[in-house]
């Protein structure tokens, strides 16, 4: 179960299970996928991308230069290889997270707390308050046992970015609060996530996956499991292409690949969930706390299926307009005099994508 409190005197249970992905154990078994179906691998950093009309060259930093008919760039966010057309601006989620030996907590143990917007800890501590209000930051908790658990306090987003120093005083001012004490950080996070933005140039000679590639939620900054869904869906169109007796290569080979990772349909509804960054971005600590207030009051299907990228167009459609008939009325004002720029943007980028 999972719960997320409101303020403090509404708390929300949700019937969703949470869980932390082993980031090593990941990593051992995707690279055994790997080894296991004959993948070779060539360990430097890349310098440099050349392409030619059927075939790239990629520069090593040991001299080495590799040839392909195909390069997936998967080198992240900051990606230099993978081409954009449009300015990169980009909201950004700012974290600092902890996995840590405590003297104690006050969380249940069978109950994971997927956000904490309460900001009472910030009673003794105004120079924090005033900012929190207008850009807001939650505690994300899940406990293991009574000592060991994982606490990040989140900056869902902000653009320019929220300082890293700032949530990090957040945190402490709320572990304070609620009376936890920490004997041992096992593991450190720093979380800087950059979310939605134009995606890259559709096609070009480059494919991306990844950070790199746009499909990073754009309201939520949830990427690995959307990326490991959508990587069979890009494996399979560079097999249809490259796999075949006759082989499509060039640019026939790029068209396929990046509209099979972003076909019309991809494209629209990620436009709808960057409007969603775009509306959460105009909202301060009260208006956030009513959107989630009637976002979690939603049919699960429909939250549930936006925070896991899972909805069409029409879905999402009908996810709109059941979030405003069951908003307050205070949420309703936000959404008519906050989204209108943000809505109309939406619908230039939908056309565009239409046509
Ligand atoms: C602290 C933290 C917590 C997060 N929590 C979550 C979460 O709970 N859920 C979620 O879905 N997402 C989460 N994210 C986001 C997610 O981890 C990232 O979006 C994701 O890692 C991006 O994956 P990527 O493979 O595109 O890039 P990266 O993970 O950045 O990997 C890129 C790789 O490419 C290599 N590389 C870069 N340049 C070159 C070069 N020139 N030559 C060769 N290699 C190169 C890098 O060394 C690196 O290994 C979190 C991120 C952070 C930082």
């Excluded at 249970?13 to 990941?26: A, F, I, M, T, W």
């Excluded at 974290?95 to 009673?123: Q, Y």
């Excluded at 990040?152 to 005083?169: F, H």
């Excluded at 956030?288 to 167009?313: E, H, I, K, N, V």
């Amino acid at each position: 179960m999972t719960c997320v409190h409101i303020d403090d005197d509404k708390t929300k249970y949700l019937d969703r299970p949470y869980g932390r992905v082993g980031r090593k154990e990941l990593k051992t078994k995707l690279l055994e996928n790997c080894a296991s179906s004959g993948v070779r691998f060539h360990k430097a950093k890349v310098l440099n991308l050349e392409h030619k009309e059927f075939e790239s060259s990629i520069v090593c930093d040991d001299g080495i230069e590799l040839k392909a008919s195909l390069v997936v760039d998967a080198s992240g966010f900051a990606s230099t290889f993978t081409e954009y057309d449009k300015p990169r601006n980009h909201g950004y989620q700012i974290a600092h997270g902890i996995l840590a030996e405590v003297d104690c907590h006050p969380f249940d143990l069978d109950k994971m707390v997927l956000m904490d917007w309460r900001d009472s800890h910030m009673g003794n501590e105004p120079y924090l308050r005033a900012n929190n209000s207008k850009i807001p930051t939650f505690l994300y908790a899940m406990p293991f046992d009574s000592n060991l658990v994982f606490l990040e306090e989140t900056s869902l987003v902000s653009r320019p970015s929220l300082s890293y120093m700032e949530v990090k005083n957040r945190m402490v001012a709320r572990l304070r609060h609620l009376g936890i004490r920490v004997k041992n950080v096992i593991e450190n996070e720093k979380c800087v996530i950059p979310m939605g933005g134009p995606l890259p140039k559709i096609p070009q000679s480059v494919m991306a996956i990844g950070g790199t590639s746009g499909v990073v939620h754009p309201s939520t900054g949830y990427t690995v499991a959307r990326t490991m869904a959508l990587a069979p869906i890009l494996a399979d169109a560079i097999v249809e292409c490259l796999g075949s007796t006759r082989m499509i290569r060039g640019r026939p080979l790029h068209h396929r690949v990046w509209n099979g990772l972003w076909p019309l349909e991809r494209r629209c509804t990620r436009e709808f969930y960057s409007f969603g960054m775009e509306t959460l971005l105009k909202l301060d600590l009260n208006g956030t706390r009513r959107f989630f207030d009637a976002f979690f009051d939603l049919d699960p299907y429909y939250w549930q299926g936006f925070l896991s990228s899972r909805l069409s167009l029409r879905e999402l459609l009908f996810l709109s307009l059941s979030l405003f008939s069951n908003a307050s009325n205070p949420s309703r004002f936000d959404i008519v005099t906050k989204c209108p720029v943000p809505l109309v943007k939406m619908m230039g980028n939908l056309a565009l994508e239409a046509i």
